[in-house]
C-alpha cells in the first residue's frame, strides 16, 4: 500500500490496551533514541532527539530495576508503560515486545526498543516506518531512528556509544550527539529528553530517578540538554550537601557544596551555599571573598544571611552576620 493510503489508516490505530475502544490520534514522533543498561553499575536509561514538540512526555519510559523503553515513529505511547508493566512482572525485554507487538493490530509503523534489568535487548521496526529507518542493538542496549537524513544514524549512535567512557547518561548524549553530526532527522530538530533510573528499586520512584530532563522546543535541543544535565550534576551534589549538613557532617557537605559550584560555576545560588559551608566550617578567610562575588551579582542574597541561623545553617553571632552582610557592594540594595 502507498504511503499516502497508509497514513490515514495508521493514524487511526487502536491501543492495543483497549480492544475495540474509538481510534484515536497516534503522535508522530518520528526520532531517534537509544535505550540502554550500565553494565558496570546496572543503571537503566533513555534518551531521544526529535524534530516533534516535547517528546519527553511521549517517547522515553525507564523504571529502576525493570528496564528501560523508547516509542517511535506512529507512536503508540502504550508501548511505554504497557512494556514496563510486563517487564515487572518478570518477562525479558524480548518477551515484553514480542507481546505487545501481537497484540497490535497495526505495528508495522511503530519502531519500539526494550532493555530489561538483566540487560536483556529487543528492538523493532516496522516496514511502513519512514525511511530512513532502521536500528541497530549491542550489548546491553540497541540505537533506533527513522525519518533519518540517510541510513547511517543508528551505527554512528552504536559506535559513539561504544566508545565514550563515562556514566551511563554521557554515552547516552554522545550516542544523541553522533546521531546529530551523521544528518539527523531529515525535517531538523526542536525537543529532546533523557531519563536514567538506578539498577535496583529504593520504593521511592522519585529516589530512584538520576536524571528526568526535556527540552520542550529548542533550535538546539542536545546543546540545552547537556547543560540541563550538568546542571543536575551540580544539584545532585548541592542535594547531596544538603542531606550531610542534616546529618551533621560539615567537612563532606562542603566538598559537595564545592564541587557544585565548580561544574556550575554561573549559578549564583551555588556560590552562596559554598561560602556558607566555608564560613561555618573554619574557612572565613576564603568565604568571605566568595560572599563578596555573590552579593556583587545579586543583592538578594544579603539579607538570607540573617535568617540562616534559624535553621541552624550560621552561627547566632551578630558580629559574623555583620561580617559576612558587610562584604555587599556598597550602596546595594536588598
Wanted: aromatic content about 6%; some cysteine.
Amino acid at each position: 500500500m502507498p504511503w499516502t493510503l497508509l497514513l490515514p489508516v495508521m493514524l487511526l490505530a487502536v491501543s492495543p490496551a483497549s480492544p475495540g475502544a474509538p481510534a484515536r490520534a497516534t503522535p508522530l514522533a518520528h526520532t531517534f533514541s537509544i535505550v540502554a543498561r550500565d553494565s558496570v553499575t546496572g543503571d537503566l536509561g533513555v534518551a531521544v532527539q526529535s524534530h516533534y514538540f516535547s517528546v519527553g512526555p511521549i517517547v522515553p519510559w525507564a523504571e529502576a530495576g525493570v528496564g528501560a523503553v523508547a516509542t517511535q515513529s506512529l507512536v503508540l505511547v502504550d508501548y511505554g508503560p504497557n512494556g514496563l508493566d510486563l517487564m515487572r512482572s518478570g518477562m525479558t525485554a524480548r518477551q515484553a515486545l514480542d507481546s505487545l507487538l501481537r497484540a497490535d493490530a497495526h505495528n508495522e509503523g511503530r519502531q519500539v526498543a526494550m532493555v530489561d534489568a538483566r540487560g536483556g535487548v529487543a528492538a523493532y521496526t516496522g516496514r511502513a516506518c519512514i525511511p530512513d529507518a532502521g536500528h541497530q542493538r549491542g550489548a546491553q542496549y540497541s540505537v533506533q531512528a527513522n525519518l533519518m537524513a540517510n541510513d547511517r544514524i543508528w551505527s554512528a549512535m552504536a559506535k559513539a556509544y561504544e566508545g565514550t567512557a563515562g556514566d551511563l547518561a554521557e554515552r547516552l548524549l554522545a550516542a544523541l550527539d553522533a546521531a546529530q553530526q551523521a544528518g539527523g532527522d531529515i525535517r531538523g530538530r526542536q525537543s529532546a529528553a533523557i531519563v536514567v533510573v538506578k539498577a535496583r528499586s529504593s520504593g521511592k520512584p522519585w529516589a530512584d530517578r538520576l536524571f528526568d530532563l526535556r527540552v520542550e522546543d529548542s533550535p538546539e535541543p542536545l546543546q540545552e540538554l547537556r547543560r540541563l544535565v550538568r546542571l543536575r550534576r551540580a544539584y545532585n551534589l548541592e542535594d547531596a550537601g544538603d542531606n550531610a549538613i542534616a546529618e551533621k557532617r560539615p567537612e563532606e557537605a562542603l566538598r559537595h557544596y564545592e564541587a557544585a559550584m565548580r561544574l556550575a560555576p554561573d549559578v549564583v545560588e551555588l556560590q552562596f551555599w559554598a561560602a556558607v559551608s566555608m564560613y561555618t566550617n573554619g574557612r572565613q578567610q576564603e568565604a568571605l571573598p566568595l560572599f563578596r562575588k555573590v552579593f556583587a551579582q545579586e543583592a538578594r542574597w544579603v539579607p538570607l544571611v540573617e535568617r540562616l541561623p534559624k535553621a541552624d545553617l550560621f552561627p547566632a553571632d551578630p558580629k559574623q552576620i555583620a561580617e559576612v552582610q558587610a562584604q555587599a557592594t556598597k550602596g546595594a540594595k536588598w
